[in-house]
């Protein structure tokens, strides 16, 4: 028996108090309503209704048992409507997962707008220093670097690569020798990156393309680029941090540019944006992406644009 078909049968019976008009509502045939009714009273070991040849009338436990269904069918139907307004409209909680430096930096712009495009949606952003499983731990979306997240079939769609420049404060460089050849970083003080994110060696390429690798021993290393960042701010050493970063502190002279007739190599931040690979995705979702995706290519125009006006003056 098909439990909730019968329930619904048997309530249209209960309000149109006929099996003909029950049957008419629904479509259906009065043998198919007059059979639901009887596998329900099987099931239940109870008469649901009184029968005559004139009328029908609901017994005592007919009555409650349809008061009952009537609620557990509203019940459901509220929550298909939700479930289906929840496709098709952006609302709901959105759990972000982002890398922490970049979202402490840059990510606030972004999510800002969102919000105010998407009023209906409330946001949880989590920056982890650590490997997260995205459906595992219930995110929905990631902005993240390489290997940053796992977890099932997951759909990556780049969105920046930022370069890394070497700076340092002209509180720091003032009284000493500004390195002009990556081997001259060995007689300053070095602020890094831990190991695991970017290893002890510093690679460096000339404009000629020649190649020179430096082996640091830092005088303090931090897992966050902020930090680092507020490090070099204090005059505490050189470091190398992404261009995004520092582009205010280059522009208003807080730091400065070490070594810039040469790339800096294998310290690149790639950020994607990751989310699961489901046939049927939250409007949320959906929507957060779209808005993601082109609110990157918006800001990389953006910068083209600011390069191009001063390439040409």
């Not at 930096?105 to 982890?128: E, G, I």
Request: proline share 5%; net charge neutral.
């Amino acid at each position: 028996m098909n439990q909730l078909q019968a329930m619904r049968v048997f309530v249209s019976v209960a309000e149109h108090g006929s099996f003909g008009r029950a049957a008419a509502s629904l479509n259906l045939s009065n043998a198919v309503i007059t059979r639901y009714v009887a596998l329900l009273e099987t099931h239940l070991h109870t008469r649901l209704l009184n029968r005559n040849t004139r009328s029908i009338s609901l017994t005592e436990a007919g009555s409650a048992y349809a008061q009952a269904c009537r609620h557990m069918l509203e019940d459901l139907e509220r929550i298909e409507t939700q479930i289906a307004h929840g496709v098709s409209v952006p609302s709901g909680t959105l759990r972000v997962v982002a890398h922490a430096s970049f979202s402490l930096h840059d990510l606030t712009p972004l999510l800002k707008q969102y919000l105010a495009a998407f009023s209906q949606v409330r946001l949880t952003l989590t920056l982890p220093h650590r490997p997260v499983d995205l459906i595992e731990e219930g995110f929905d979306v990631g902005i993240v670097a390489p290997r940053q997240v796992s977890g099932g079939t997951l759909i990556r769609r780049p969105l920046v690569t930022v370069a890394p420049v070497a700076v340092a404060s002209p509180a720091y460089l003032d009284g000493r020798c500004m390195p002009e050849h990556p081997a001259e970083l060995v007689q300053h003080t070095l602020l890094a990156p831990s190991a695991d994110i970017h290893g002890n060696e510093w690679q460096f390429v000339s404009t000629e393309g020649v190649r020179k690798v430096v082996r640091i021993e830092p005088a303090y290393v931090v897992n966050n680029s902020v930090m680092l960042r507020q490090a070099a701010l204090e005059g505490m050493g050189i470091t190398i941090l992404p261009a995004n970063q520092v582009d205010t502190d280059l522009a208003r002279g807080a730091l400065v540019r070490v070594l810039d007739d040469y790339e800096i190599r294998d310290a690149d931040k790639e950020l994607s944006l990751v989310y699961p690979g489901r046939r049927h995705v939250p409007a949320k979702t959906r929507t957060f992406v779209d808005f993601t995706v082109e609110w990157f290519r918006s800001q990389d125009t953006a910068r083209h644009m600011i390069i191009d006006t001063s390439g040409n003056n």
